[in-house]
Each structure stands twice: as C-alpha cells, then as structure tokens.
C-alpha cells in the first residue's frame, strides 16, 4: 500500500524539514504552501517533497481538502508542519502498510505538546488523540476555517505511537497564533449566527481557566500548567470580544463631545484684512515710540508760538 503525507504551511522554515525528516518511510510527501516569505518550500523541495503553491487562504479545512487533492497514495497521514512521528509510530504504519487488508480505513494517533520547555501529560493536551491516518476515498476534512477534523463515517482504530507536537516558540508566538485563531473563530462564530454577552465573555474566560487548570489536571504540568490554563482562558476572550464588537458594528473613532469641542474662530480674508490696515494711520507699535511721538508734536507747537510772539512784537515796534 503506498502512503502519501499531506503538510500544508506558511513561513515554516524551522520545522520543514525535521517534520519530513520524520516520514521518510512514506512514499510521497506533499506540501502545499499558502505564500511563505522564508525559505519553507526551497527547504521542503530539498528534502524530498512536491511542492505546490495555493494563491489565497480559505482556511485551515478548506486548504487540506486541497492537499488531499494532491496525494496519490491509497493511504494518506496527515501532519502539521510542526509535528513530528515518532520511532514506535513509524514502525506501526509501516506494518500496516505491509498488510494487504488492514483493520481499519481509518486510525486516531495520540498527539504529545510541548509548552514552554515541559511535555505536557495533562492540561487536556495529552493523550489528545486525533484521527490522522486514513484511506483516501474514506475521509475529508471538515469546512472549518480553524480547528478542522477529519469526517469520517465510521468508528476508527488507535495506534499506540506518538506523533510529537512543538506548537509554540515563544510566549510571543502563542499570542500571536492565538489572536489569528480567534480572529477566523470569531468570523465563523458570526457567520453561524452567534451571539454573546459582555457577561457572558467573563463566564467563558473563567469556565475555561478551571476547566483545564483543575479539571484537566493542569496543576500537575506545574507552572506551565499554570500558564497554558491563563492563556486557554485569554485565547476565550480574545475570540468571544471580537465576536461582540463584530455584532456590535463598533466605531472605534467616535465623534468629539460636543461640549468638548474647540471654539471655530471666523475665517479672516487675508486680502481684505490688509485693505483695511492700509487705510489706518500708523501708530506706534510701543510705549515708548507713542512717547517720542506725543514730544514731538509739542515741540513744533512751541516753536510755532515762539515765532508769532517774534511777528507780533517786531510789527509793534
């Protein structure tokens, strides 16, 4: 039976290769990349893969259905760029491989996280088993535009190996996948019809902290335990306030109050302004120059008077 790996990526450059790496038994690996900046598709060329190139995003269900499209094998794994199959997994495929009849069209693999140096047992992140292994023909993936699943109609079989999972880099890089994911729930959520309350985005914030802090055991993954709970809990957040303000139809730029709003001064004409100063008597522009002016002016009177009296005292004589 051949088996064909499906991977799609963007911007996957440090974990290409080490996944593909990881499936060197099968015998085709396709990647389709949806516009990488960095060198994901040089690398995953490199490493053995067919690589196509998807011209726009429909979302994460939509964009592995195209990847199956791809695949050749009668088999089909599907992975993420950011998983690896383990030595106990790959030896498990590659014996049901060498069957000619198997148990199961289709089998659900347990998935183990890492977050923030520790390998997460609980926290609801382990066993986390996910249907990933299936015949083609048998199974697609689900329209979703996050967290897909394969729809299969059936009940499928388990395999005892570990596909290993590093979802995060950094606190940074969960933040920011985090807020992406929530972006397209959010969009999802409207498009269903949803609706939610401000209260009702505390309760799910909260709900999701204890969910996975003490029902989930996440005590036990120690602090990271901790953390991943607080970040569960904003990732509700960011996806349930941006379903509000999407039902809202928020402006964000709001007009000024109106009793709050600076005083509109009349417009002058510069032009006219001029004409009107032109036909004014200057005047001294200080104090001290208006003074100047003022003796000025007496002076000539004195010496006007002084020289009547002159006039009228020599027509006496």
């Known amino acids: 039976m051949k088996l064909s790996v499906i991977i799609i990526t963007k911007n996957e450059a440090a974990h290409i290769q080490d996944c593909i790496q990881s499936v060197a038994f099968a015998d085709e690996v396709v990647v389709l990349d949806s516009g990488s900046t960095d060198e994901t598709c040089a690398l995953a060329q490199a490493a053995g893969a067919r690589v196509y190139q998807s011209p726009d995003w429909p979302g994460f269900g939509p964009q592995k259905n195209r990847a199956l499209d791809h695949a050749r094998g009668e088999w089909v794994l599907s992975l993420d760029a950011d998983e690896r199959v383990s030595r106990r997994l790959a030896d498990e495929i590659k014996g049901l491989m060498a069957k000619s009849q198997q148990p199961h069209e289709a089998y659900a693999i347990s998935r183990l996280s890492a977050y923030g140096g520790r390998w997460m047992r609980h926290s609801g992140w382990h066993p986390d088993y996910l249907l990933r292994l299936f015949k083609r ?20 079989g388990r395999l005892q190996g570990l596909i ?26 409207q498009s269903r019809g949803k609706t939610i309350s401000v209260l009702g985005i505390a309760g799910k914030m909260w709900w999701t902290f204890f969910r996975v802090y003490v029902l989930r055991r996440g005590f036990l ?5 901790f953390l991943l709970a607080m970040m569960a809990a ?15 139809q928020i402006d964000w730029q709001p007009p000024i109050p109106q009793n709050d709003r600076p005083i509109e001064l009349p417009v002058i004409d510069p032009s006219s302004a001029q004409g009107e100063q032109s036909d004014k008597p200057a005047k001294p522009k200080t104090t001290e120059g208006y003074e100047k002016h003022e003796k000025s002016e007496e002076c000539a009177e004195s010496q006007k008077s002084q020289k009547l ?9």
């Open 137 to 156: 023909g048998k199974a697609r993936f689900s329209n979703d535009l996050v967290h897909e699943r394969v729809v299969y109609r059936g009940q499928p």
């Open 164 to 189: 290993y999972h590093y979802p995060y880099e950094s606190p940074q890089a969960h933040i920011e996948k985090m807020n992406r994911y929530a972006e397209a729930a959010a969009q999802g959520l």
């Open 221 to 225: 993954d120690g602090p990271q335990g």
């Open 234 to 248: 904003s990732g509700n957040m960011f996806r349930y306030s941006k379903l509000w303000f999407l039902n809202q």
């Open 309 to 317: 009296e002159e006039k009228k005292h020599i027509n006496s004589e």
